[in-house]
């Protein structure tokens, strides 16, 4: 089991060009979350899917940003026009089953993808 | 809305020493899950030890251990006889309803 892949690790992008992070996730797991750290903080959360749906986005900022979680295929965190404030390390996570009082669901996390903007 | 405090930005302790990192949080919900994960300069998160809130035996896992005082809301990290591997990153976690909640983390030096 490979466990939840991301790519790239780093990526480099001049401000107003478009960042593109995928998310393998785990086998047999359908649930992604994305979060964001910023340096020296924690991670943020910033969205929730399922297969074909975003269960939580509340997380995304309203503009530039968008997550999806095809039916076949990774999930793929897009970043529209990037700002320098959008470098970060941008972590995916994945679960087997929605994290709620039936259990703890424990989430695996990825190695994180790197975005500097330049 | 859930929130989790790490109130020791860094913390250091000698190799063989224990230490001890904090954490407190603060919610409504009566049924929810903390758990300590670990960043290493790779970045990789890595969990170390969970506790559900409905137990009453603090969890333990080998050299790790947690203080769990669910009405005082805090979740404590031990870490016995510290070895130099033991140098990261250390984030407190809330997960009650929904989405895993982050605190700000310790960073965690270890003295030869």
Aim: glycine content about 6%; proline content about 4%.
């Amino acid at each position: 089991n490979a466990g939840v892949m991301q790519n790239p690790r780093h990526l480099v992008r001049r401000r107003g060009q478009e960042a593109r992070l995928r998310c393998s996730p785990m086998k047999g797991h359908s649930h992604v979350y994305w979060y964001r750290q910023l340096p020296e903080e924690g991670l943020k959360f910033m969205v929730y899917l399922q297969k074909e749906n975003i269960i939580d986005e509340s997380g995304m900022p309203k503009e530039r940003f968008s997550a999806e979680f095809p039916k076949e295929g990774p999930s793929i965190l897009r970043i529209q026009q990037v700002v320098r404030g959008d470098s970060a390390a941008y972590f995916c996570a994945s679960s087997s089953r929605w994290s709620g009082r039936s259990g703890a669901n424990v989430l695996t996390f990825g190695a994180g993808s790197r975005l500097t903007v330049l | 809305a859930q929130t989790v405090t790490q109130s020791q930005p860094e913390m250091s302790v000698q190799e063989a020493e224990t230490v001890t990192l904090s954490c407190t949080y603060d919610t409504s919900e009566s049924d929810y899950y903390l758990f300590w994960y670990k960043q290493p300069p790779s970045r990789q998160m890595i969990l170390v030890i969970r506790q559900e809130a409905y137990k009453q035996q603090n969890a333990t896992e080998n050299r790790f251990s947690v203080n769990f005082q669910k009405a005082a809301k805090s979740f404590s990290l031990k870490i016995s006889d510290s070895q130099l591997g033991d140098a990261a990153m250390y984030f407190c976690a809330f997960q009650g309803a929904q989405k895993l909640v982050f605190g700000q983390g310790t960073r965690l030096t270890i003295n030869p």
